[in-house]
């Protein structure tokens, strides 16, 4: 899927600098696996399965004191902040609407109540009944533009945090 998506970008989404096979929507897999969608990036929706191309790359570098200063210490969250404050242009994402990455660490720091992981895979498991994940052709279906300015969570504010940062991207 991701191969043909990287593909088909051009002719999809050219102005898409990201690339994913993974999703937190729950689309019907029987029937949807070979449906796709753009968006501008938005890190609580496209952050899993990613790919980037040498202008994200690019771009990245060119806000890097952006990036690396962002007080969050989530990566995606910041990478949000960068692209809307700091890129040419907001991130676009062509993303596939049934994910192919499945996230199934919620039993984590931010869940609250009772959390059963192997709950979690049935229930993934289930949803893949019939999914077709390799198909031979894809379709562009179109959702409205969403816009979401992040707020950071802190635990970010750490100089060596931000030198750290810097290093990896020079």
Aim: include cysteine.
């Amino acid at each position: 899927m991701l191969k043909l998506m990287r593909q088909q970008k051009s002719s999809l989404c050219p102005q898409c600098s990201i690339v994913s096979v993974g999703s937190y929507e729950t689309s019907d897999y029987a029937t949807r696996s070979s449906v796709v969608s753009t968006n501008n990036w938005i890190s609580d929706k496209h952050n899993m399965g990613m790919s980037i191309d040498r202008e994200a790359w690019s771009q990245l570098k060119a806000c890097a004191e952006t990036f690396c200063k962002f007080d969050d210490y989530n990566w995606d969250w910041s990478l949000q902040f960068s692209g809307m404050t700091c890129w040419k242009a907001p991130i676009q994402v062509l993303y596939a609407r049934t994910s192919r990455v499945f996230h199934i660490g919620q039993c984590g720091i931010h869940h609250k109540g009772t959390c059963d992981p192997s709950k979690i895979v049935e229930d993934v498991n289930k949803r893949l009944a019939g999914a077709k994940f390799f198909p031979s052709e894809i379709s562009l279906e179109s959702v409205g533009q969403i816009k979401i300015m992040p707020r950071p969570n802190g635990g970010w504010s750490d100089p060596r945090d931000h030198k750290l940062c810097m290093s990896f991207i020079q």
